[in-house]
């Protein structure tokens, strides 16, 4: 097959709407169209309520006009396929990018359309010139100079079919925004929920209603309360040295009283001990 696309190096989906003059049997008219688009003869383009208008140089001196158009979609097919793109990140990333995802068709096709024309007979066009055959080759100049506007700008094809790339991008942004704010409110509910059962009732924090183990309780006289010993008071003994290292001395009943300070606070643990022991059984 001849290649009539006016670049080597053709993005696939400019490629793809030229693929569709491939099809066209007049091989001799395309070789004439493609030369007028190299030539220069196609003088302007622009667009007009998505459909291409061009103005294009034949033989006479005034130019021909050339007008273009596909098959728009709806306002709710729109919603449909915006919504579509939304859910899918990488087809938003691209498109920003200026580059057409490669599986663009299934988004069209999920919501039962289709990018792309199918053949020469989706693309609705009209020529000035008196040729009556269609695509003449000033119309053909101009599919050629569309590819090339296709390979700079993916949005162009979707100008063609009703929306804007300021449109398109700007509904991308107010869906996926609306997700984020979705997805948010519900991880917050969901982590409130997760937290309320683990929550401490401050109001009861410091209050313990279950039973003490009673290894874990320990139970001592108060450092001021009177013992039997103090009753009693000191036993008179004479004083004698405690350490030799330090040369101190202390009295023989102050040493007496400490040993059975000692005895006494032990016993008296012992004791509370055995008494709730005792409760227990």
Same mark, same amino acid.
């Given at each position: 097959?001849?290649?009539y696309s006016l670049?080597a190096? !053709?993005e696939?989906?400019? !490629?793809q709407?030229?693929?569709l /003059?491939?099809?066209y049997? =007049?091989k001799?008219?395309? +070789?004439r169209a493609?030369n007028?688009a190299?030539?220069?003869? &196609?003088l %302007?383009? +622009?667009?007009?309520d998505?459909?291409v208008l061009?103005?294009v140089? $034949? ?7 050339v007008?273009l158009?596909?098959?728009?979609f709806?306002d ?7 919504e579509?793109? #939304?859910?899918?990140?990488i087809f938003?990333?691209k498109?920003?990018?200026g ?10 096709a999920?919501?039962?359309?289709? /990018?792309f024309p =199918?053949s /020469?007979d ?8 008196p ?7 000033h ?6 100079m ?5 390979? +700079?700008?993916p949005f ?5 079919? $009703?929306?804007t790339?300021?449109?398109?991008i700007? *509904?991308?942004?107010?869906?996926? $925004?609306?997700?984020?704010? %979705?997805i ?7 982590? *409130?929920?997760k937290?309320?059962p683990?929550?401490? %009732?401050?109001n009861?924090?410091?209050?313990y209603t279950?039973?003490?183990?009673s ?7 108060p450092? #001021? #309360?009177e013992? &039997?010993l103090d009753?009693?008071g000191?036993i008179p003994?004479? @004083?004698?040295?405690v350490?030799?290292?330090?040369r #101190?001395t ?7 009283m400490?040993y059975?300070?000692t005895?006494?606070?032990? &016993? @008296? ?6 008494a709730?022991?005792r409760?227990? *059984?």
């Amino acid at each position: 097959m001849v290649d009539y696309s006016l670049e080597a190096n !053709q993005e696939w989906w400019s !490629q793809q709407w030229l693929d569709l /003059l491939d099809k066209y049997r =007049f091989k001799k008219r395309l +070789e004439r169209a493609r030369n007028y688009a190299r030539q220069g003869n &196609v003088l %302007n383009i +622009e667009f007009k309520d998505q459909k291409v208008l061009a103005q294009v140089q $034949g033989t006479q001196p005034e130019p021909y006009t050339v007008s273009l158009w596909l098959d728009q979609f709806s306002d709710e097919e729109w919603n449909y396929i915006i919504e579509t793109l #939304s859910q899918r990140a990488i087809f938003s990333a691209k498109l920003l990018a200026g580059e057409m995802p490669q599986d663009i068709e299934d988004v069209f096709a999920a919501n039962g359309l289709r /990018l792309f024309p =199918f053949s /020469l007979d989706n693309v609705h066009s009209q020529c000035s010139c008196p040729d009556k055959a269609n695509p003449c080759k000033h119309i053909g100049a101009v599919y050629y100079m569309l590819g090339d506007r296709f390979s +700079e700008d993916p949005f162009v094809l979707f100008q063609l079919r $009703g929306r804007t790339q300021e449109q398109i991008i700007t *509904t991308l942004r107010q869906l996926r $925004g609306q997700n984020e704010e %979705n997805i948010n409110v519900s991880n917050l509910e969901t982590k *409130t929920v997760k937290s309320n059962p683990d929550s401490p %009732n401050l109001n009861q924090f410091w209050n313990y209603t279950e039973q003490l183990d009673s290894a874990l309780v320990v139970i001592t006289p108060p450092p #001021s #309360s009177e013992t &039997v010993l103090d009753v009693l008071g000191a036993i008179p003994l004479a @004083s004698i040295a405690v350490t030799s290292a330090t040369r #101190s001395t202390s009295s023989a009943s102050d040493l007496v009283m400490q040993y059975l300070e000692t005895i006494y606070k032990n &016993v @008296s643990q012992q004791a509370v001990l055995a008494a709730l022991n005792r409760e227990e *059984t």
